[in-house]
């Protein structure tokens, strides 16, 4: 039986006694202070640290869950509570945003967050030890987009430092589908004359799956130091402590998804059945689980009145394994990945204007492609048996170096900002192994053995570059009336885990037509958004409405292609695409009980090519909408507060997407309501939620990978059932 549901964020601020509560509803970025050069100057969306609270849910985990009101946002999870990393899906006006490829998040302005293959990173904070989020969709600043792509927007995250007064939180919550957290923050306050300030956190979660067997799990520790040294310098560190397991979603099909009556349960299998292609889906045989390690630091020094010069140093690391069954076999991947660099930027503060001059500088070793991969199949018994190594290969460390500049201040009324940034990659060379001879070894002693090389399998250094170039115009045309124009260049990182092994699974093709895997490598190259947007912005008294049109062009577009050199088809660059939408936003204070918050998008992204996927095949994809991307989203939200209580009623419309590029696997169009109910006393807040009320059946997730998924290899994940989840916080 169905239990009640919670993707609505509980509503538990954290307040001390007396305390008026902050708002739950975010507030649109035309009435958000500024954060960062520039921002109030694009389209962002910017949220403080008791929003990302109030919409976090009871796992407190995933920071884009605060985003689902958010114009032109498309999100999507498998798991109720957002614990699953791996099985979300994110896109901003219909581009994929993955932290990857295509989008860029930092913490503290590091970008120490960038996903191990397709788990893992991303979630190394809890919400509670937040302060803030910036989201940027579109062009953005040259200083900003501080990662391995930011194609379809950049995420900005700060966190929330130690406080000046010694405190303490605690946070239990429980939901539907054996759902539980505890968490629990210490401050030290300033201590002696040194007046160090200290934060202790740690937090622990566990749900079990709702359709299948299985569950996710997430134990974390954050830890956080401020030290004044002088009048003007100081330095900050925080660290992050993060192990995690995670059973998969069993996908379905698109015959399936279609009927969710009979499928929209169905998982992988408790048990091992003795049947070879059977067992591969068995829910312990697709499963991931790692470790993650986080260090950054800031060091500013307030070099006089009108000059500052900010050190932002990070490292992390990220351990662990995946298991996915493919037809008859189990398939494991090692994860190994290093990510270290810093961050300089100096801001001086002219006559009329600010200028930013900055330099970010980064070494990350990780996949794709893997390095390690073992095929197993499954005795008898329900044990693993090693069969044969499926790829064994090292790298180097890619680098990246990209110095920025950026002007932004105010002249005959105008106010401006103008920068540019430059990328520099460099993808390190690959040296490839024949493992066939090796028995089941993890990768270091794999290579410990001194496996012959395999040359075919290998590639030499390759560089790849961009400039990034901004501007954003902004004028007040009469009292509480604002226009705005902003353009700018992003891009993405290219795909290549899909090249190596589309390589390597028909290397006897491409060596017959002369085709190594250096020439594939040499053709690789960023893909390109040059995109521009107009808004205007209304205040009238506590009403703000916003809207903004926008159009871009992306070029060098990673597509599975047809050559018929080899009769085969492969990841290939080089496809154009165009998008154009509008977004509307209004936030409405009706009176002392009242808030409205409201968003309406129309999004449009389309490839300008048809795709050729065999010799008498054409994939007819001219004109028609990249897969999970809904032309239409709304939400509206509203808050209601009386006295100690808040009652919040939600509604999201996502509107048909397809699954595929050439628009014959359809999804219907589906709109979800969400309650939550919130009580406060002194320093102790209640909270209740409920996600999915009417306990609607829909495809939340569509795991198409590229825009070109062809028909008949997407895989589909239900939206959770309705959902219940109760929420205490205290905080002294």
Request: glycine letters at 10%.
């Given at each position: 039986?169905?239990?009640?549901?919670?993707?609505?964020?509980?509503?538990?601020?954290?307040l001390a006694a007396g305390a008026e509560p902050p708002l739950m509803l975010p507030a649109i970025?035309?009435?958000?202070?500024?954060?960062?050069?520039?921002?109030?100057?694009?389209?962002?969306?910017?949220?403080?640290?008791?929003?990302?609270?109030?919409?976090?849910?009871?796992?407190?985990?995933?920071?884009?869950?605060?985003?689902?009101?958010?114009?032109?946002?498309?999100?999507?999870?498998?798991?109720?509570?957002?614990?699953?990393?791996?099985?979300?899906?994110?896109?901003?006006?219909?581009?994929?945003?993955?932290?990857?490829?295509?989008?860029?998040?930092?913490?503290?302005?590091?970008?120490?967050?960038?996903?191990?293959?397709?788990?893992?990173?991303?979630?190394?904070?809890?919400?509670?030890?937040?302060?803030?989020?910036?989201?940027?969709?579109?062009?953005?600043?040259?200083?900003?987009?501080?990662?391995?792509?930011?194609?379809?927007?950049?995420?900005?995250?700060?966190?929330?430092?130690?406080?000046?007064?010694?405190?303490?939180?605690?946070?239990?919550?429980?939901?539907?589908?054996?759902?539980?957290?505890?968490?629990?923050?210490?401050?030290?306050?300033?201590?002696?004359?040194?007046?160090?300030?200290?934060?202790?956190?740690?937090?622990?979660?566990?749900?079990?799956?709702?359709?299948?067997?299985?569950?996710?799990?997430?134990?974390?520790?954050?830890?956080?130091?401020?030290?004044?040294?002088?009048?003007?310098?100081?330095?900050?560190?925080?660290?992050?402590?993060?192990?995690?397991?995670?059973?998969?979603?069993?996908?379905?099909?698109?015959?399936?998804?279609?009927?969710?009556?009979?499928?929209?349960?169905?998982?992988?299998?408790?048990?091992?059945?003795?049947?070879?292609?059977?067992?591969?889906?068995?829910?312990?045989?697709?499963?991931?689980?790692?470790?993650?390690?986080?260090?950054?630091?800031?060091?500013?020094?307030?070099?006089?009145?009108?000059?500052?010069?900010?050190?932002?140093?990070?490292?992390?690391?990220?351990?662990?394994?995946?298991?996915?069954?493919?037809?008859?076999?189990?398939?494991?991947?090692?994860?190994?990945?290093?990510?270290?660099?810093?961050?300089?930027?100096?801001?001086?503060?002219?006559?009329?204007?600010?200028?930013?001059?900055?330099?970010?500088?980064?070494?990350?070793?990780?996949?794709?492609?893997?390095?390690?991969?073992?095929?197993?199949?499954?005795?008898?018994?329900?044990?693993?048996?090693?069969?044969?190594?499926?790829?064994?290969?090292?790298?180097?460390?890619?680098?990246?170096?990209?110095?920025?500049?950026?002007?932004?201040?105010?002249?005959?009324?105008?106010?401006?900002?103008?920068?540019?940034?430059?990328?520099?990659?460099?993808?390190?060379?690959?040296?490839?192994?024949?493992?066939?001879?090796?028995?089941?070894?993890?990768?270091?002693?794999?290579?410990?053995?001194?496996?012959?090389?395999?040359?075919?399998?290998?590639?030499?250094?390759?560089?790849?570059?961009?400039?990034?170039?901004?501007?954003?115009?902004?004028?007040?045309?009469?009292?509480?009336?604002?226009?705005?124009?902003?353009?700018?260049?992003?891009?993405?990182?290219?795909?290549?885990?899909?090249?190596?092994?589309?390589?390597?699974?028909?290397?006897?093709?491409?060596?017959?037509?002369?085709?190594?895997?250096?020439?594939?490598?040499?053709?690789?190259?960023?893909?390109?958004?040059?995109?521009?947007?107009?808004?205007?912005?209304?205040?009238?008294?506590?009403?703000?409405?916003?809207?903004?049109?926008?159009?871009?062009?992306?070029?060098?577009?990673?597509?599975?292609?047809?050559?018929?050199?080899?009769?085969?088809?492969?990841l290939q660059g080089g496809v154009r695409a165009h998008t154009q939408g509008a977004e509307f936003?209004?936030?409405?204070?009706?009176?002392?009980?009242?808030?409205?918050?409201?968003?309406?998008?129309?999004?449009?992204?389309?490839?300008?090519?048809?795709?050729?996927?065999?010799?008498?095949?054409?994939?007819?994809?001219?004109?028609?909408?990249?897969?999970?991307?809904?032309?239409?989203?709304?939400?509206?939200?509203?808050?209601?507060?009386?006295?100690?209580?808040?009652?919040?009623?939600?509604?999201?419309?996502?509107?048909?997407?397809?699954?595929?590029?050439?628009?014959?696997?359809?999804?219907?169009?589906?709109?979800?309501?969400?309650?939550?109910?919130?009580?406060?006393?002194?320093?102790?807040?209640?909270?209740?939620?409920?996600?999915?009320?009417?306990?609607?059946?829909?495809?939340?997730?569509?795991?198409?990978?590229?825009?070109?998924?062809?028909?008949?290899?997407?895989?589909?994940?239900?939206?959770?059932?309705?959902?219940?989840?109760?929420?205490?916080?205290?905080?002294?």
């Amino acid at each position: 039986m169905r239990t009640l549901g919670c993707c609505l964020a509980p509503l538990c601020w954290p307040l001390a006694a007396g305390a008026e509560p902050p708002l739950m509803l975010p507030a649109i970025e035309v009435s958000a202070p500024r954060i960062g050069p520039g921002a109030g100057d694009y389209a962002t969306t910017e949220l403080d640290g008791a929003t990302l609270e109030a919409r976090g849910g009871a796992a407190q985990v995933n920071p884009y869950r605060a985003l689902d009101l958010t114009p032109s946002v498309n999100r999507a999870e498998a798991d109720p509570n957002a614990l699953s990393t791996e099985q979300q899906t994110l896109r901003l006006r219909a581009i994929a945003a993955s932290t990857a490829t295509g989008l860029a998040v930092t913490i503290e302005g590091t970008p120490s967050s960038t996903s191990a293959g397709r788990g893992g990173v991303g979630n190394l904070y809890d919400l509670e030890n937040l302060e803030r989020l910036t989201l940027w969709r579109g062009p953005q600043p040259a200083g900003v987009g501080l990662g391995v792509g930011n194609l379809a927007g950049s995420l900005a995250l700060g966190l929330r430092a130690p406080r000046q007064q010694p405190g303490v939180m605690a946070r239990v919550a429980r939901a539907d589908h054996d759902f539980h957290r505890l968490f629990a923050r210490l401050d030290s306050g300033a201590i002696g004359a040194a007046a160090s300030r200290l934060f202790l956190s740690a937090s622990s979660a566990a749900g079990a799956q709702w359709r299948g067997p299985g569950g996710q799990s997430r134990d974390t520790l954050n830890l956080g130091w401020a030290q004044p040294l002088g009048a003007d310098l100081s330095l900050s560190l925080y660290g992050a402590h993060n192990r995690f397991h995670s059973d998969a979603y069993r996908p379905l099909s698109h015959a399936e998804s279609q009927d969710l009556e009979r499928y929209g349960t169905l998982g992988y299998h408790a048990t091992l059945t003795g049947s070879a292609r059977e067992d591969a889906d068995y829910y312990a045989y697709n499963t991931q689980h790692y470790t993650e390690d986080n260090l950054l630091a800031t060091l500013s020094w307030q070099l006089g009145p009108r000059a500052r010069l900010q050190l932002r140093p990070y490292w992390l690391e990220t351990r662990g394994e995946r298991l996915t069954g493919k037809r008859t076999s189990i398939v494991r991947v090692e994860v190994d990945q290093r990510q270290y660099g810093a961050v300089a930027e100096l801001q001086l503060e002219l006559d009329a204007a600010t200028l930013t001059l900055g330099h970010w500088s980064q070494r990350l070793s990780s996949m794709p492609p893997p390095l390690s991969q073992r095929l197993y199949t499954v005795d008898d018994a329900g044990a693993l048996r090693f069969s044969r190594w499926g790829i064994l290969a090292e790298q180097g460390e890619r680098a990246y170096e990209s110095p920025f500049a950026m002007i932004e201040g105010e002249r005959r009324g105008w106010r401006y900002t103008l920068g540019t940034r430059y990328l520099r990659l460099r993808l390190p060379a690959i040296t490839g192994y024949d493992a066939s001879a090796l028995p089941d070894l993890d990768h270091g002693a794999a290579l410990d053995l001194d496996p012959p090389v395999d040359p075919a399998l290998g590639t030499a250094p390759v560089t790849l570059a961009a400039w990034l170039p901004s501007l954003s115009l902004s004028r007040e045309l009469t009292p509480g009336l604002e226009a705005r124009l902003a353009l700018g260049r992003t891009i993405g990182n290219p795909w290549l885990g899909p090249l190596y092994s589309g390589y390597m699974n028909a290397r006897e093709r491409f060596e017959a037509a002369g085709i190594d895997l250096q020439s594939l490598w040499q053709r690789l190259r960023f893909e390109r958004a040059e995109t521009i947007e107009a808004g205007l912005r209304w205040r009238h008294g506590d009403l703000t409405l916003a809207p903004t049109l926008y159009w871009g062009r992306l070029r060098d577009k990673q597509v599975m292609a047809y050559d018929p050199a080899l009769d085969l088809s492969y990841l290939q660059g080089g496809v154009r695409a165009h998008t154009q939408g509008a977004e509307f936003e209004a936030r409405w204070r009706a009176d002392a009980h009242w808030d409205l918050v409201a968003s309406l998008s129309w999004n449009r992204s389309r490839l300008d090519t048809d795709i050729r996927t065999a010799a008498d095949s054409l994939l007819a994809t001219r004109g028609n909408q990249v897969p999970d991307a809904p032309e239409w989203l709304a939400s509206l939200a509203l808050e209601y507060r009386h006295g100690p209580w808040t009652l919040t009623p939600v509604i999201r419309h996502v509107g048909r997407r397809y699954g595929d590029a050439a628009n014959t696997e359809p999804v219907d169009a589906h709109t979800l309501f969400d309650l939550g109910l919130g009580y406060r006393h002194r320093a102790m807040t209640l909270s209740l939620a409920v996600d999915n009320l009417f306990d609607t059946r829909y495809v939340a997730v569509i795991d198409a990978g590229r825009d070109d998924a062809q028909p008949g290899t997407i895989g589909y994940y239900p939206g959770a059932p309705r959902t219940l989840s109760l929420t205490l916080t205290m905080q002294r």
